[in-house]
């Protein structure tokens, strides 16, 4: 499954501008080398291809991980903020409760009481 994924990625990093611009370069050289007539090792230019095949992944899983660790950061700031709603919520309603003496003002205390507990988890 991941091996299908990382295919799949590769497939679709094929179509990145950088991409195109390093096949163009790779052509480039090639057809260099071969009109001033020197030979290049063909493991160095290999090796150089699959390095940059992989530059590219890490740089896609790079950017990736950045991404996700802005949602996540993003995520605990709201998190943060509801949970402060939560407190500010339950404060209210024990307050509320606490000048209310009918059954409706100990639920009220209750209710406050277990927001205010929940906040602080």
């Given at each position: 499954?991941?091996?299908?994924?990382?295919?799949?990625?590769?497939?679709?990093?094929?179509?990145?501008?950088v991409?195109?611009?390093?096949?163009r370069f790779?052509?480039?050289?090639?057809t260099?080398?071969?009109?001033?007539?020197?030979?290049e090792?063909?493991?160095?230019v290999?090796?150089?291809?699959?390095?940059?095949?992989?530059l590219?992944v890490?740089?896609?899983?790079?950017?990736?991980?950045?991404?996700?660790?802005k949602?996540?950061?993003?995520?605990?700031r709201?998190?943060?903020f509801?949970?402060?709603?939560?407190?500010?919520?339950?404060r209210?309603?024990?307050?509320?409760?606490s000048?209310?003496?009918?059954?409706a003002?100990?639920?009220?205390?209750a209710?406050?009481?277990?927001?205010?507990?929940?906040?602080?988890?």
């Open positions: 499954c991941a091996r299908d994924y990382v295919d799949r990625l590769l497939q679709s990093q094929d179509q990145s501008v991409n195109k611009f390093q096949r790779w052509k480039t050289k090639q260099l080398i071969k009109v001033t007539g020197k030979k090792d063909e493991h160095v290999a090796s150089d291809a699959d390095l940059d095949a992989k590219e890490f740089h896609c899983i790079q950017r990736t991980c950045m991404g996700l660790l949602v996540i950061e993003q995520y605990q709201r998190i943060c509801l949970s402060q709603e939560e407190n500010e919520l339950g209210f309603l024990r307050t509320q409760g000048q209310d003496r009918s059954r003002g100990k639920i009220m205390q209710t406050g009481k277990a927001l205010c507990f929940s906040s602080q988890q």
